[in-house]
């Protein structure tokens, strides 16, 4: 596919490590990842079913979570990985189940202190499950410390401060859209990154040109199959549309379901959910760096405002509505191509092939969508923001792209194999 081949030639072209040479994948032993996917699920209630947090917002707080997991559970092998912070004191015997419980809660504890006591019950439930004694105190305290040096690495970055997305007049420039004419998470894109040096090393040279042809190809494309009453749009392609933009994201079950279908054990497993978790969310922060650098109007106010950018081929309709209610900041570039480009990649670099199958429900859609392997799911994505109307295939494509230099620097710089001493 298109837009895979790009995204692809992307990690490869910025990695020493060749696409699909993932050594994180064969012939590791050690104890079940069900701890780290009780862990994640865990995760999920605390950061959307009950905090309701928003994808942008999301992404810190899983990353958060298992990157220290990762830290414990690698430390506790005998840290055959680079550590993401730090790999405390561990002889291999501490127990694993509950370094993860000790990592995640505290963690979770850091970020949502009002729900104290009930991921204090979930930490109770997973340590009784474990037999008492030296092992189990000793993992407990390797996850702590993971915790610890994650907390505080991310005290301070950034989150929630107070930008805001600036409001323009001029054709091209960002307004809040129609219903609720919101703006929102303008501080994302000022975020400190969880890998790569800076949030704005991707930039882009930007939307096309307003009197241009690809902006009118764009514009057009998305003014006929992306109306909440377009006759070109499908029913599949309409419940693809919806399925992507459900906000209880299936990329979490996705993961879950990869770690048991592939049987990871839980070093595998606390290691690839970091990697994708983290480059998830710095792919994120780079795209809102992005939309912050640009702030470009989304495809509702161009198609309503068509008449004033100057280009002879394309008209307005002041009454176009999209069939996904538009989010509330820029059009370019977009946030949901920037995170599953850096998903996707990163899970083909784990697993080093592209065709392992998986599904995801969304109860948005009230379906569940099947893809053959990772490139399907991405080129899916790209063309699902155009279907909803919500977003220009320019800022789909370039979205991919920052998402797959994100990952590219990743692989290049974390989570590499160390030396093995003889």
């Not at 096309?208 to 998305?222: K, M, Q, S």
């Not at 990871?264 to 792919?283: G, H, I, K, S, Y």
């Not at 990649?345 to 893809?371: E, K, M, V, W």
Request: charged share 20%.
């Amino acid at each position: 596919m298109v837009v895979w081949a790009a995204v692809a030639g992307v990690i490869a072209a910025g990695s020493p490590i060749a696409l699909g040479s993932s050594s994180a994948y064969a012939g590791e032993s050690g104890s079940s990842a069900d701890a780290v996917i009780v862990w994640d699920r865990n995760a999920q209630t605390a950061i959307w079913d009950v905090a309701g947090q928003q994808p942008q917002v999301q992404a810190r707080s899983f990353a958060m979570v298992h990157g220290a997991v990762y830290d414990a559970v690698n430390a506790i092998a005998g840290a055959p990985y680079q550590p993401y912070l730090v790999a405390p004191a561990a002889d291999g015997t501490e127990s694993t189940d509950a370094a993860v419980a000790a990592a995640s809660y505290q963690v979770l504890r850091a970020l949502f202190p009002d729900q104290q006591a009930r991921l204090k019950a979930q930490y109770d439930e997973s340590l009784g499950a474990i037999p008492d004694g030296t092992a189990k105190q000793r993992g407990t305290t390797v996850g702590a410390k993971a915790a610890d040096a994650m907390i505080a690495a991310r005290r301070d970055d950034g989150a929630f401060g107070d930008q805001t997305w600036p409001v323009g007049t001029r054709p091209g420039q960002w307004r809040p859209a129609p219903p609720a004419y919101a703006s929102d998470g303008a501080w994302v894109g000022h975020l400190k990154p969880f890998l790569i040096p800076s949030a704005s090393m991707f930039r882009t040279s930007g939307p096309p040109a307003l009197t241009g042809r690809r902006y009118a190809r764009d514009l057009n494309e998305v003014k006929t199959i992306g109306s909440a009453t377009s006759t070109v749009r499908t029913a599949d392609q309409t419940q693809a549309a919806i399925w992507w933009h459900d906000r209880h994201l299936a990329e979490w079950e996705i993961k879950r379901q990869l770690a048991t279908r592939q049987r990871l054990n839980a070093l595998q497993a606390a290691r690839m959910f970091a990697m994708v978790d983290l480059a998830e969310t710095d792919a994120t922060i780079a795209c809102y760096n992005e939309k912050a650098a640009w702030n470009f109007w989304r495809p509702v106010t161009a198609i309503r405002l068509a008449d004033t950018d100057g280009n002879p081929e394309t008209a307005a309709d002041p009454a176009w509505t999209p069939l996904l209610v538009t989010p509330p900041h820029p059009d370019y570039t977009s946030g949901h191509t920037c995170f599953t480009a850096a998903s996707m990649s990163a899970l083909r670099h784990f697993f080093g092939r592209d065709d392992i199958p998986f599904s995801g429900y969304s109860a948005d859609s009230g379906t569940t969508r099947y893809f053959r392997g990772f490139s399907h799911a991405l080129a899916e994505v790209v063309e699902a923001r155009v279907w909803g109307g919500i977003h220009t295939r320019t800022a789909d494509v370039q979205g991919a792209k920052i998402g797959a230099r994100v990952t590219a620097y990743m692989v290049a710089h974390y989570f590499t194999p160390r030396p093995r001493s003889r």
